[in-house]
């Protein structure tokens, strides 16, 4: 998955956690290193790092103006 493409935008991921949990999350991706997404975790409001590797799927979020 090309998960660079959204560097400094926000997005919805669904990601496997080491314990094969899945979840869906909303970031704001700051960078990708070795293998690694550095991002800003909207649903915990803070700064969180996840595996590239498990990240199932992404998707641009959408901002409606009103």
């Known amino acids: 998955m090309s998960i660079s493409k ?3 935008r926000t997005v919805e991921i669904v990601y496997m956690d080491k314990k094969d949990r899945i ?3 909303t970031i704001r991706v700051i ?3 070795a293998g ?3 991002a800003f975790d909207t649903s915990c409001n803070r700064p969180r ?3 590239v590797e498990r990240i199932l799927a992404a998707q641009p979020v959408i901002v409606h103006a009103s």
């Open 36 to 38: 690694m997404v550095y």
């Open 31 to 33: 960078r990708i290193e």
């Open 49 to 51: 790092r996840f595996t």
């Open 23 to 25: 979840s869906k999350r």
């Open 6 to 8: 959204y560097i400094g």
